[in-house]
């Protein structure tokens, strides 16, 4: 159990550096749906691995992080299906 919590943590921070470095090389918007759910899984990693380890602070702010992506994308969603309404 505990090596998967270590890895769900190191993936999560893969994901988040990641994806930092594909929108500062203009490789990813920051409002493309690639950009938010890397960064959406990439802080639920962190969320598991923090709480599990009880850095709450961490836990929380990821939490938050989640949050704005999963509003990011909603939003494209239902802007992409308004689009696609109106075409």
Not at 21 to 49: D, E, T
Not at 54 to 69: D, Q, R, T, Y
Request: zero cysteines.
């Amino acid at each position: 159990m505990r090596i998967t919590i270590e890895i769900a943590g190191w993936i999560g921070a893969l994901l988040i550096l990641l994806s930092y470095l594909l929108l500062s090389n203009g490789r990813l918007q920051g409002r493309s749906p690639a950009y938010q759910w890397m960064n959406l899984i990439g802080a639920l990693g962190f969320v598991i691995n923090s709480g599990y380890n009880g850095a709450w602070p961490s836990a929380i702010l990821n939490v938050v992080w989640m949050v704005i992506g999963a509003v990011t994308l909603l939003r494209l969603w239902q802007q992409r299906r308004g689009a696609a309404t109106t075409d």
